[in-house]
């Protein structure tokens, strides 16, 4: 059971350049979400899912975009990349977004550097 | 805007001492949760209290929550070297609430212990 996987697991990318990156679960997991971790900063919240074919905005979605065609995959997108978005990006997991299974499962992370 | 702080930002201690990390947070929540982060890797969940909870234990771990003072604590008894990692309290939404649902984390502490 692989949980969940990233990918890629770095990439240096050009500003301007067009990027996704990929999560899947093979929990069947309901709820998905996207997190940014930046020194001094925590994780902060970018985009979720509460299930299949439905995403919310989290804290800081300005130049992401995400879809959720499937349970198992939850691809985050950056349309155009920009220096600020130099960071450790995490992809997360739950069971259900509602009381009872709130604890999340976190992929290993993809680390982006953008020039 | 981050939901949780946490105290301190950095400790260091020796193998067999007690760790104590303090969490605050702002507004009512459904839960709260303890995750630790290896370097370079995902957030792993250690555990959950809920609102309506004030202890909570799990081997070496023991949680507390004071939703007067809107604080949490996570004792770590004999900590040992493998212990070093950085720990996150993250908060729950409460139901019907914009959060409801997703995590939000605080900055973390980092955790040293000397062998």
């Known amino acids: 059971i692989a949980g969940i996987t990233q990918a890629p697991t770095s990439q240096i990318l050009a500003a301007g350049r067009r990027m996704t990156l990929r999560c899947t679960q093979d929990?069947?997991?309901?709820?998905m979400y996207w997190y940014r971790q930046d020194l001094g900063l925590g994780l902060r919240l970018i985009h979720y899912?509460?299930?299949?074919?439905?995403?919310g905005k989290g804290e800081v979605p300005d130049g992401y975009s995400v879809s959720r065609a499937n349970t198992d995959d939850f691809p985050l997108t950056l349309a155009s990349a920009v220096p600020s978005q130099t960071s450790v990006y995490f992809c997360a997991s739950s069971p259900d977004a509602r009381v009872g299974q709130e604890t999340q499962y976190f992929g290993p992370g993809t680390r982006l550097l953008v020039l | 805007s981050q939901q949780g702080e946490e105290d301190p930002q950095a400790l260091s201690i020796q193998e067999g001492e007690n760790a104590t990390m303090n969490c605050s947070y702002k507004?009512?929540?459904?839960?709260l949760q303890w995750y630790r982060q290896n370097s370079g890797r995902g957030l792993v969940h250690l555990i959950l209290i809920r609102s309506n909870e004030r202890e909570k234990h799990s081997g070496r771990l023991r949680v507390t929550l004071d939703t007067s003072k809107k604080s949490s604590s996570l004792l770590i008894t004999a900590s040992r070297a493998a212990d070093t990692a950085s720990y996150f309290c993250?908060?729950?939404?409460?139901?019907?609430?914009?959060?409801?649902?997703?995590?939000?984390f605080g900055q973390g502490t980092i955790l040293t212990v000397h062998p």
């Open positions: 507004t009512s929540i459904n839960n």
């Open positions: 993250a908060t729950g939404g409460m139901a019907g609430g914009t959060s409801y649902g997703k995590l939000t």
């Open positions: 899912s509460n299930t299949a074919g439905t995403t």
């Open positions: 929990m069947r997991h309901n709820a």
